[in-house]
């Protein structure tokens, strides 16, 4: 394998499948308001664990948050006697709002994102007039993740691949035999994750998932969302390379790069934004923070008229 990264990720894949190192454990916690999975995966030796795209509850028509499905990982990571080392999210995500800051303070743990998301609240900070108190470094993370980088939960190996396309700060993370993907790939049933936002790219995301899917075929796949595809009645956020080579609808193997940018480009098109885009942007290009209180000690979330 040319790709030094992805020989890496694929040989930490393969340890655990042959015993020769210890496999994570997952516990997943669905949002059906944004269709959102979030997830929790540890170490079950040393109990350490991470936690992968949380969400804030916000309803939108009254601008009033709850954090009623973040308090549910509480109590499991709680009730497991885990140890929280990580808060990590895969992107600046468009459709719900993170958690993490609130799930730090009742868990701890670093907060991390891939480095790339400088470009995003860049871009982002510009549409949103942010002004010049809106860092644009990453600071608000603690750890900015590049391509390749290693870290550990607990025992378990991990590894990050930077995915981009879909946002340019898309991260994957592959922890032990588990891959976290974020918005790249949804199961095969439903394809593949739109590319039309700010720094969005069809060809670059076919690219990202081409690299995901040349891991070993038994690598288990753990999705940000899902929205059921036509047929099915359940909700699903687990699948495996394997099955995404074989059949995911937009991406199999032999769909060319042309091919897929064509249908992507073609479908993204007659996509409306997403419900929560205005108040997801903006409040986790700041890591999960809302905008400061103004002079009256209330917080506010702007919509650029005719902007986006």
């Given at each position: 394998m040319s790709d030094p990264v992805l020989a890496a990720a694929a040989a930490q894949i393969q340890d655990v499948e042959q015993g020769r190192a210890p496999a994570p454990m997952v516990r997943t916690f669905f949002d059906e308001q944004t269709f959102t999975a979030s997830h929790v995966v540890?170490?079950?030796?040393?109990?350490?664990?991470?936690?992968?795209?949380?969400?804030?509850?916000?309803?939108?028509?009254?601008?009033?948050?709850?954090?009623?499905?973040?308090?549910?990982?509480?109590d499991y990571v709680r009730a497991e006697g885990l140890h929280v080392r990580w808060q990590l999210e895969t992107h600046a995500h468009a459709d719900h709002l993170s958690a993490a800051p609130w799930l730090q303070q009742q868990l701890g743990g670093r907060l991390g994102i891939g480095a790339e998301i400088v470009r995003v609240q860049d871009v982002f900070g510009k549409i949103f007039n942010a002004g010049t108190d809106f860092a644009r470094d990453g600071s608000q993370f603690d750890q900015l993740f590049h391509d390749g980088d290693r870290f550990t939960v607990g025992r378990i190996e991990a590894i990050a691949l930077h995915v981009p396309g879909h946002t340019p700060a898309d991260m994957a993370f592959i922890i032990g035999n588990a891959a976290f993907i974020g918005d790249t790939l949804f199961m095969p049933d439903y394809g593949t994750a739109r590319a039309d936002f700010p720094g969005g790219d069809a060809r670059q995301l076919?690219?990202?998932?081409?690299?995901?899917l040349s891991l070993p075929d038994e690598t288990r796949l753990?999705?940000?969302?899902?929205?059921?595809?036509?047929?099915?009645?359940?909700?699903?956020?687990?699948?495996?390379?394997?099955?995404?080579?074989?059949?995911?609808?937009?991406v199999h193997d032999g769909v060319t790069e042309d091919a897929f940018?064509?249908?992507?480009?073609?479908?993204?098109?007659?996509?409306?934004?997403?419900?929560?885009?205005?108040?997801?942007v903006q409040v986790n290009m700041r890591g999960g923070r809302l905008p400061e209180p103004e002079s009256n000690g209330t917080r506010y979330i702007k919509i650029p008229i005719d902007t986006l």
């Open positions: 540890h170490d079950p030796e040393t109990r350490e664990a991470a936690i992968i795209d949380s969400v804030l509850e916000y309803e939108a028509a009254s601008g009033r948050t709850r954090h009623s499905e973040a308090q549910r990982i509480v076919y690219r990202s998932i081409r690299r995901l753990f999705l940000c969302h899902d929205y059921k595809a036509p047929g099915r009645d359940h909700f699903a956020w687990q699948t495996t390379i394997g099955a995404e080579r074989q059949t995911n609808v937009h940018a064509a249908m992507r480009t073609a479908r993204d098109a007659t996509l409306s934004l997403p419900n929560l885009i205005m108040p997801s």
